[in-house]
């Protein structure tokens, strides 16, 4: 069974400061990797994802995740943050089983930017 | 905004009863996903249809159905509820029917089951 820990609920880090939420997996067969942002009160919103290829992925609004097999993580960050990303964030690992896609989050990290 | 409708906002009823939730995804989109988000369980992927017909399943109850219309929209039945199944339930929508593609959420409906 698939499973993903996000091993820090809370991350607070000052304005402009890098930042690092982590994620580990545990699977036995190939899967796909996604980060989620939920801002206060609105529904999930897909931030990136990693399907093949390249393992360094990134978003639009200067996010990246880097997917490192022989460590299991996919761990997101991004290098100076803003007020406005904070969120709470959410790793979800998937993968094929029976001819469906199982989908697993993680119980979710919640970033605090502190101007 | 995600162009994804969810009705209603929010719900409050009592153990034992019968509710249902709707979902309109985006124009052009032909899966419907529903979550289930709670404090206790996490967030977690319930059942996905596509185009009318059920496309995968999570963990979704036995006393949870769902349904997708032929205008696309989706309403999910949540029967004999318990206090446990008060949670935040989402419903995202995306054009294939590949559980890959980017999903679009919409902002939730929150039941309270007292």
């Known amino acids: 069974a698939q499973s993903v820990t996000q091993l820090d609920s809370q991350v607070p880090v000052f304005e402009e400061a890098p930042v690092e939420l982590r994620c580990n997996y545990s699977?036995?067969?190939?899967?796909?990797l996604f980060w989620y942002v939920q801002y206060p009160n609105q529904g999930l919103q897909l931030l990136l994802k990693y399907l093949s290829g390249s393992t360094l992925v990134e978003s639009i609004n200067g996010f990246e995740a880097e997917f490192n097999k022989s460590q299991t993580s996919f761990h997101l960050r991004k290098p100076s943050v803003h007020i406005s990303d904070t969120a709470e964030y959410f790793c979800?690992?998937?993968?094929?089983?029976?001819?469906?896609?199982?989908?697993?989050f993680g119980t979710g990290t919640k970033l605090q930017v502190i101007p | 905004d995600s162009g994804v409708t969810q009705t209603p906002k929010h719900l409050i009823t009592a153990t034992g009863q019968r509710v249902t939730l709707r979902c309109s995804p985006r124009s052009g989109d032909l899966s419907v996903y529903w979550y289930q988000q709670s404090l206790d369980q996490g967030l977690q992927f319930l059942i996905q249809?596509?185009?009318?017909?059920?496309?995968a399943k999570g963990n979704i109850l036995e006393r949870f159905s769902a349904q997708q219309f032929p205008d696309l929209h989706s309403e999910l039945n949540l029967s004999s509820l318990e206090l446990g199944d008060s949670a935040l339930y989402f419903c995202a929508s995306s054009v294939g029917n590949v559980f890959l593609e980017t999903q679009y959420f919409g902002p939730g409906t929150r039941l309270l089951v007292l």
């Open positions: 249809y596509y185009n009318g017909e059920e496309r």
């Open positions: 979800a690992v998937s993968l094929s089983s029976g001819g469906y896609q199982k989908v697993t």
């Open positions: 699977s036995s067969v190939s899967v796909y």
